[in-house]
């Protein structure tokens, strides 16, 4: 497999239910991510984004189709092998963050890397330098209630870096966020991106985040239904995005 490909997708059919109840969420989808992409997966509501992304995360498995993940077959390998893959490949961010209340955000952000057995001088430095990075410096030694809903997303985004994952998954990031929040969030995204840090695809239904992608994919009818792709200007893109939308009609969430 080419090197710079992270994820390829072929022919991928997600059925729910059983014979009689059944539902095809995915009908074959086909797509290909390579190192240094920033996609983002728009569609309607109930269109099988989240499952798409729960299939590449491998929390769910297809009923049809082959899903390479950095040269291996996901859907062929044993669960031991896949909470591997889970912990050394994947980086993940939630809607509601996730962080565990109990531990400082320096805590949260390192904790992959300490259950990787990294030392604690390591976790240390890396910690700090993706704070640093993120705006977070200052609030390393508070606990996740004493955090905005923007700090608590960006220390949530830290944490799926430390440990430098072929791919960071993102499921609608900015969904819980204000619109400056989820600004701030983004431009440190683009920034990772930008750096060559991060492979980024992420979920959204919202035009503005999925400008700051390279490309967009539009899930629809359980096809992947058009790309559209930025070019130099983000407004720009912003612009397009809408029209997309718009000539999609009410069925856009
Ligand atoms: N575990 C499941 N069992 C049965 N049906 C499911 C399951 N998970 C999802 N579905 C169905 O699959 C379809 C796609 O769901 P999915 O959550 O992927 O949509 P989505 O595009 O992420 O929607 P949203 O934008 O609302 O988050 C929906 O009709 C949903 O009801
Ligand atoms: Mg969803």
Redesign the pocket.
Known sequence: MNEQKVVEIKNLVKN??TSGFC?T?LKGIDLEIQRNDFIAIM?P???????LLNILSTIDKPTQGRVMLDGVDITKVSNRDLSKIRRDKIGFIFQDYNLLDTMTLQDNIALPLSLNGASGRECIQKSEALAQMFGLKGHLRKFPYQLSGGQKQRGAACRALITNPEIIFADEPTGALDSRSSKELLECLKMVNDNGQATILM?T?DAFSASYAKDVYILSDGQIQCRLSKGKDRREFYDKIIDMQASMGGDF?
Not at 45 to 51: D, E, R, V
């Open positions: 729910y239910g539902t969420v569609g509501s109930g269109s099988g984004k989240t499952t979920v239904h969430a």
